[in-house]
């Protein structure tokens, strides 16, 4: 039976809080598995060219001047 007692007598915890080890080869990733996968980095940039309305669009506005009667009543007929 190992003895999980440090110098003082005092008992110790026999896992390894905080320290990982590397294991040899590391284990299988998700490019192991799926080496093709699509890039999706490029749909999280910010771009104004990717803006459909533009810089000078007031969405506040926009959606303010909406009809809600006409759109619900649109809704509808579908």
């Known amino acids: 039976m ?16 905080g320290t990982s080890k590397q294991v040899a080869g590391g284990g299988t990733s998700n490019k192991d598995w799926w080496p093709n996968q699509l890039k ?23 959606y303010n001047s909406w009809e809600y009667k006409a759109v619900n009543k649109d809704i509808a007929t579908i």
């Open 40 to 62: 999706l980095h490029v749909l999280r940039q910010h771009s104004p060219i990717s803006n459909p309305m533009g810089e000078d669009i007031d969405y506040e506005a926009a």
């Open 2 to 17: 190992a003895d999980n007692n440090n110098n003082n007598g005092k008992s110790k915890c026999p896992f390894p809080h």
